[in-house]
């Protein structure tokens, strides 16, 4: 275990904002981050993982503790060992989640597909329980492998004891802080066809004969991504944000119907689809458009991208401190007009 101090953070991440670690150690194996977890113990130091950094804002203080880099690699394809006729990848977490799904469209397995062009690593996967265009990673995930904090254990678990929910897993709610995701086995689909639900893909394939392949699926959502500055592309000032800031939120029958009363006044109609169960999930970017914080939105160093309402961006030199005002700002006024609570994305670091 290689131990570092002092060492900057905002180049790890993709806001590129924030303070330095106290500590540092980048593992790319179990038995190093086992040390590191025992380090950190030692000195009674706090003990924060970082992945690819790409749903991130740091503090600009940094953190006062040992931030543990996950970069176990490493993708092996095996056979299922079922009748599913699924094919099993066994991912390390530190693999670039991208790479990753670009290598399981070149071996013809779908499932992914649609979750092309999303920055971060693997071990983020599970986490959040990343989702787009129709697909979400609770969907492939067979099994995760972990490291328990608790007893100091390496277990596996399966699909439902991860707990997953939309952008939320038992990883970042009940049992918070308690593990550290080691690898992750996904089952994808050998020959199947891509997922196409999406209304941005199936208008990029309009007018098309036939229907497209993995690879065409994965180029095409690249490219809507591309369109919404939503795939980090050096150069380009929208790339420099965490994404999207705030999720869509999930309403009750009653909240919903609230929403579109107040939409009514104002002669508009609220974009939505069905959630959950009788929920309905509404979209967050519609929100915050109609609050007055329009795309290319800008306040001092931060703003909005010019390409999607819900990336808060770093046009450079930005805090982390006017990032949390610019959130707060739109939480405050989205609230005000429409009584919806948007709640972030991103995980908050050393704050």
């Known amino acids: 275990m290689l131990l570092q101090e002092n060492i900057p953070l905002a180049p790890l991440t993709t806001f590129r904002i924030?303070?330095?670690?106290?500590?540092?150690?980048?593992?790319?194996?179990?038995?190093?981050?086992?040390?590191?977890v025992a380090f950190s113990r030692s000195r009674n130091q706090p003990l924060f993982l970082l992945g690819g950094g790409s749903n991130l804002l740091v503090s600009d203080s940094g953190f006062p503790g040992l931030v543990l880099?996950?970069?176990?690699?490493?993708?092996e394809q095996r056979p299922g060992t079922n009748d599913e006729g699924k094919v099993r990848f066994?991912?390390?977490?530190?693999?670039?989640?991208?790479?990753?799904?670009?290598?399981?469209?070149?071996?013809?397995?779908?499932?992914?597909?649609?979750?092309?062009?999303?920055?971060?690593?693997?071990?983020?996967?599970?986490?959040?329980?990343?989702?787009?265009?129709?697909?979400?990673?609770?969907?492939?995930?067979?099994?995760?492998?972990?490291?328990?904090r608790k007893d100091g254990q390496i277990r596996e678990l399966c699909r439902e004891a991860c707990g997953f929910a939309y952008r939320s897993s038992t990883f970042n709610t009940t049992e918070r802080g308690r593990f550290i995701i080691l690898r992750v086995i996904y089952a994808l689909t050998p020959g199947g066809e891509p997922r196409v639900a999406y209304a941005d893909l199936q208008r990029h394939f309009a007018g098309r004969e036939t229907r497209p392949n993995l690879a065409e699926t994965r180029e095409a959502v690249r490219?809507?991504?591309?369109?919404?500055?939503?795939?980090?592309?050096?150069?380009?000032?929208?790339s420099q944000s965490a994404g999207s800031f705030f999720k869509n939120p999930v309403l009750s029958r009653e909240q919903h119907e609230d929403l579109e009363k107040r939409a009514a006044t104002r002669g508009l109609t609220i974009p939505a689809y069905p959630g959950l169960e009788k929920?309905?999930?509404?979209?967050?970017?519609?929100?915050?458009?109609?609050?007055?914080?329009?795309?290319?939105?800008?306040?001092?160093?931060?703003?909005?991208?010019?390409?999607?309402?819900?990336?808060?961006?770093?046009?450079?030199?930005?805090?982390?401190?006017?990032?949390?005002?610019?959130?707060?700002q739109i939480q405050l006024r989205v609230e005000e007009i429409w009584g919806v609570a948007l709640e972030p994305e991103p995980v908050m670091v050393g704050f």
């Not at 880099?69 to 993708?75: E, R, S, V």
Request: proline share 4%; charged share 20%; aromatic share 6%.
């Open 18 to 36: 924030g303070g330095p670690a106290y500590f540092f150690v980048e593992a790319k194996s179990r038995t190093e981050v086992q040390e590191a």
């Open 69 to 75: 880099k996950i970069a176990i690699p490493g993708i």
């Open 90 to 148: 066994d991912v390390g977490a530190g693999e670039s989640w991208d790479r990753f799904v670009s290598h399981a469209v070149r071996a013809e397995c779908a499932g992914v597909e649609c979750l092309s062009g999303i920055p971060g690593s693997v071990g983020g996967t599970p986490v959040q329980n990343v989702g787009a265009y129709g697909e979400e990673a609770s969907q492939t995930i067979e099994s995760v492998e972990v490291f328990d």
């Open 223 to 238: 490219h809507i991504r591309a369109l919404k500055g939503m795939l980090i592309t050096p150069g380009d000032p929208d």
């Open 279 to 328: 929920s309905r999930k509404v979209s967050a970017a519609w929100l915050v458009e109609h609050s007055g914080f329009s795309r290319g939105y800008g306040s001092g160093h931060v703003g909005i991208s010019s390409k999607h309402a819900l990336a808060i961006i770093n046009r450079g030199a930005a805090t982390a401190a006017e990032v949390l005002a610019l959130k707060d």
